[in-house]
């Protein structure tokens, strides 16, 4: 089948997020697919953008089309970032009669964070005759106004509810991150039988082709180790949204000698957690450096558990899709995680403990069960979460689920 796939913000590898089409991508052209990702040439989650000179430029990237839409740079999330989505929705859908002379599909994806996307991708489809397939990663444009603090009524944000509605209106298939989502959409214009929930999942290839740890890294936990210290390990962006505020306090709260927490990354907050761990003499709470993605099967090896956190938000009805829940689990260590949301995978597959976001006594209590715990017993936890992952989470798996909505008849 020939599949084109819309997202904005797609990446690769080697240019950075977003990763999930790319990987998505790769495994359908396994299977014996065409695909073709149409991504603008600029975003804000790449660690290395695409330069072209003309819209509608392919390149190929490990046997996957893309096709690049100029849509200019913006820095923040102001106007100039909403004039890109725009550019690239208008784009699509102004030559969507030739797109679909051009490339035929069989399976149109619209997939980009926001739902501006799917009158273009409607289209497309209707000229193409092919199945239409609307993806959700986030729940926009509820996040604009209920985390973002934009009034319902803000034209921005009415133009994304008519487009929201619109895509679970005519598209044949909703394919949600969001295992909690189906009733919202269903208020929404969804009918019934149309939802379907996919989660995202790991990359085998970074724990089969793994880098050692920087020897600042492997010195420190070392010693920890030798010195019989449990240690509690965070990994990843140290941001308000991952509660690592909760995990000072936690740490603050626990009075065994024995027991550490270790923080590995960079982000917006780190210098002043920083200078809180140093202001508020938190002697049992270390910080190191950021690692790279194929790094983390060795970080997570020298940890005893691992903290995952979120502050409360409402968004979290629809459930979450954390990709450091999924690494988290791969490593084999039992997980802490602070996070009120439903139908966690932590606790679906038994692989750690779940307390409610910002219970700092949960996270202390948490930590102790599993330190007090025969190491078998703890290795056994650590492991439901790894052969979970195994079985349900990795992208072969996640592609081959999402392979099979293709075969489904047009609505």
């Keep these: 089948m020939k599949i084109v796939l819309f997202d904005h913000y797609a990446g690769s590898t080697e240019m950075g997020m977003e990763f999930r089409p790319y990987y998505m991508a790769r495994e359908w052209i396994k299977a014996g697919h065409e695909v073709r990702i149409v991504a603008g040439d600029f975003s804000h989650l ?3 953008n695409v330069e072209v000179e003309r819209d509608f430029t392919d390149t190929e990237i490990d046997g996957i089309t893309y096709t690049w839409i100029k849509t200019g740079e913006y820095d923040g999330n102001g106007l100039r970032r909403a004039l890109t989505m725009f550019r690239y929705t208008r784009k699509l859908w102004m030559h969507a009669g030739k797109l679909a002379k051009a490339w035929q599909p069989d399976v149109v994806i619209a997939s980009s964070t926001y739902p501006l996307e799917t009158y273009a991708a409607q ?3 209707k000229k193409s005759r092919a199945l239409l397939i609307h993806e959700v990663h986030d729940m926009w444009p509820s996040t604009l106004y209920e985390i973002g603090g934009m009034s319902k009524h803000n034209p ?13 209106k005519h598209s044949d298939i909703v394919v949600s991150l969001l295992p909690c ?5 269903k208020k929404h214009g969804l009918a019934d039988g149309k939802f379907v929930h996919i989660p995202n999942g790991i990359d085998l290839a970074e724990w089969d082709e793994t880098e050692p740890l920087a020897k600042e890294h492997m010195k420190f936990l070392s010693d920890l180790r030798h010195a019989g210290k449990f240690t509690v390990g965070y990994f990843g962006g140290h941001a308000l949204s991952n509660a690592l505020d909760v995990l000072l306090d936690s740490a603050k709260l626990e009075d065994d000698p024995d027991v550490v927490f270790v923080l590995v ?9 920083m200078r809180r761990k140093n202001d508020e003499k938190i002697d049992n709470l270390f910080f190191l450096p950021e690692v790279s993605k194929r790094q983390i099967p060795a970080l997570t090896s020298m940890f005893d558990c691992i903290y995952i956190g979120a502050l409360a938000s409402p968004l979290y009805r629809f459930g979450v899709c954390m990709n450091k829940m999924y690494d988290s689990m791969m490593s084999g260590r039992p997980v802490v995680c602070a996070l009120t949301a439903p139908m966690l995978p932590i606790s679906e597959h038994k692989c750690g403990i779940v307390v409610g976001s910002g219970d700092t006594d949960g996270i202390v209590a948490a930590v102790e069960k599993l330190r ?7 290795d056994a936890i ?5 052969d979970a992952v195994l079985e349900n989470y990795t992208y072969p798996v996640l592609a081959a689920r999402f392979e099979e909505l293709f075969h489904r008849t047009r609505g």
Excluded: C, H, T
């Excluded at 921005?156 to 509605?165: C, K, R, S, T, W």
């Excluded at 989502?181 to 959409?185: H, I, L, R, S």
């Excluded at 990354?265 to 002043?272: F, I, S």
């Design 265 to 273: 990354g960079k982000g917006a907050e780190k210098e002043r957690l």
């Design 156 to 168: 921005f944000v009415v133009l994304m509810q008519l487009a929201e509605n619109s895509a679970y």
């Design 46 to 48: 790449r660690i290395k």
């Design 181 to 185: 989502a189906e009733e919202y959409m």
């Design 372 to 378: 007090l715990m025969d190491p078998s017993e703890r």
């Design 123 to 125: 289209r497309l489809a």
């Design 382 to 386: 650590g492991k439901n979460g790894r």
